[in-house]
């Protein structure tokens, strides 16, 4: 498969939780903002809970649109991986850049 086919995919199934995924990282860099690093353990596993509630209420809600990806030679753990790996890399790069700022 194309490189930017999949990506493209990756990106629309993406774009179902991006607003969000937005929210969370928003409210976590505004609290590492306030609270420096001493509150990174707390937000760290907030995101880390917030992703595995993403993926249970969306595992659940698009069961069906597996089966779209799938037929276009994507498999659930990759589209589960990829995005959840570039949100946290997202995240963290957030974090890196605040800190940097601060």
């Known amino acids: 498969m194309l ?3 999949k990506i493209r995919l990756l990106a629309t199934f993406y774009k179902s939780f991006l607003i969000a995924s937005l929210i ?3 409210c976590c860099i505004s609290l590492f903002w306030l609270n420096g690093m001493g509150i ?3 937000i ?3 995101k880390i809970a917030s992703l595995g509630l993403t993926y249970y209420f969306l595992n659940s809600y698009k069961n069906k ?3 779209y990806y799938y ?3 994507i498999s659930k753990l990759q589209l589960w991986a990829s995005t959840l790996i570039f ?3 997202c995240y963290l790069t957030l974090i890196f850049l ?3 700022f601060k």
């Open 24 to 26: 969370i990282n928003l």
């Open 3 to 5: 490189a930017i086919k």
């Open 71 to 73: 037929n276009l030679g």
């Open 65 to 67: 649109e597996y089966y």
């Open 40 to 42: 990174f353990n707390v």
């Open 44 to 46: 760290f596993w907030f």
């Open 98 to 100: 605040t800190y940097q």
């Open 87 to 89: 949100d946290l890399v």
